[in-house]
């Protein structure tokens, strides 16, 4: 099954049907006089909207607005989080010193960093090991196209590993290109 063009004749069904690469998606909107901001999953939404409604001041991307908090040059167990934290190189060196080598951020810890203003890194670090005693398989965003299919190829063929679905990866990745 060969890919199809992608211009402004296509439906916006047969659009969702196929695997668009960021670049790919950018050059179209430009070409159509569409906005170019945001991520590829608001590019893919914006086109699919164009192709459905013909209309190209449809969703309006969402802006960021970064509010970098001010983070503190040490750490303790005691410190408190602040609005607008990040998981900084500085940040993952005091919790592999606290909780050592195996530590490594996952999305527990990454929301009680962005979202947990007010609690300790203490509780933070409870958390953290908490969610590694029992860890539930936590819901992979959307622009993680690779995680997903990693983790659903995984999932639907037991046993076949990750070379497998690496080079399933590479194979439908290739299709988005003819």
Known sequence: MTRPLLDSRLSAETFLRYYWLKEELSAFCRSCGLSTVGSKQALTERVANYLETG???GPTPAVRRSSKGQMPATFTRATVIGAGWRCSQSLRAFFEQEIGRSFHFDATLRDVIHHGQGKTLQEAILAWEAAQRSPLETEIAPQFEYNRHIREYLKA???????AAIRVWNELKQHSKE
């Open 55 to 57: 209309d190209k001041f």
């Open 157 to 163: 063929n037991p046993g076949v590993g990750l070379r």
